[in-house]
């Protein structure tokens, strides 16, 4: 991911000496690590950026997290489940409330709550004005099926999840990987599905412009059956705002600038980022990085460092 990240940063010959000085909103997916995630909002903040957080209904520690001028926790908020359409569901509710604000931001970025910037202030704000100057959308959003890494992700759009089984808190969860593995081998498909083609996917976390966020929010509200349907599509977060912003007619940078380290290809979940790790992380050309799991002197440390 760090190659793919600095080949990206280098490869398209960008002149970085333009600073616009705009604002960015910063949409925090959160269910954890308070003081974490309290210590990289007053970062941002203090760089004259917004930062709107979402913390999942049912953590225990949703009350430790702090709001204040320009940082914003989103009320109602939404009792996450893994795979399923409400993490798509709190990601919309990030965005409109973002957007509600009418101010014109440059950017809008959605990171997790154990993100870090892996760039400092000034290199990063020279990156995302020339990206803002070509109107490019910092994400993934690939055709499923493309050879390659997406190339199994049909069953996603084709099999029906039932969302009560998708729920890993369910007494259905259990047979929940059954039931995927018996309608893939006896290839019964959803029936319908082919009508809201064409899908893409990738990694949920991303960079986008105001406008492109707004006309996601737009074509969410007046294609509701599109969203329905996407309600019990698995892992819907890494495919339904990627669908959106190629239907709404974006460039994309097919790169979401995220640096991650992966124990092996196939792994369910990222290595989190020790000490050791920093040094690769500010030299890979990537936006933000994760999982960080820090103490808050450790936090304090790495934001420093930047």
């Not at 204040?68 to 795979?83: D, F, T």
């Not at 893409?200 to 996601?216: E, F, I, M, N, R």
């Not at 995220?258 to 690769?280: E, H, K, N, Q, V």
Request: some cysteine; overall charge positive.
């Amino acid at each position: 991911m760090g190659d793919g990240c600095r080949f990206f940063f280098t490869s398209v010959g960008w002149d970085v000496s333009v600073v616009t000085g705009m604002k960015d909103a910063y949409l925090v997916l959160c269910h954890a690590r308070p003081a974490q995630v309290n210590a990289l909002a007053a970062y941002l903040r203090e760089q004259g950026h917004d930062v709107f957080i979402h913390v999942d209904a049912s953590s225990p520690e949703k009350a430790a997290f702090t709001e204040g001028q320009g940082i914003h926790l989103i009320e109602p908020s939404v009792k996450v489940e893994w795979a399923d359409w409400s993490i798509a569901q709190a990601t919309l509710r990030l965005m409109q409330a973002a957007v509600n604000t009418g101010r014109e931001y440059r950017y809008l970025h959605l990171i997790s709550g154990q993100c870090m910037p892996a760039m400092g202030r000034g290199q990063m704000e020279a990156f995302l004005d020339e990206a803002y100057a070509r109107n490019l959308q910092i994400i993934e959003s690939t055709p499923i099926p493309t050879p390659g890494k997406y190339e199994k992700w049909q069953h996603r759009v084709q099999v029906w999840y039932p969302r009560f089984m998708v729920s890993k808190y369910s007494p259905w969860h259990k047979w929940f990987w059954w039931y995927t593995n018996k309608w893939r081998r006896l290839r019964v498909k959803r029936p319908g599905w082919y009508l809201f083609r064409p899908f893409y996917g990738g990694a949920q976390w991303w960079s986008l412009t105001l406008p492109c966020v707004k006309d996601v929010l737009c074509y969410h509200r007046s294609h509701r059956l599109h969203a329905w349907f996407f309600r019990n599509v698995f892992c819907s977060d890494e495919l339904y705002i990627q669908t959106c912003v190629r239907r709404c007619g974006y460039e994309v940078s097919g790169d979401n600038m995220r640096y991650l380290s992966w124990p092996f290809p196939s792994a369910p979940s990222p290595d989190d980022l020790t000490p050791a790790d920093w040094p690769a992380v500010r030299e890979s050309g990537c936006l933000f990085a994760r999982k960080f799991a820090l103490t808050e002197e450790e936090c304090r440390s790495y934001l420093d460092s930047l």
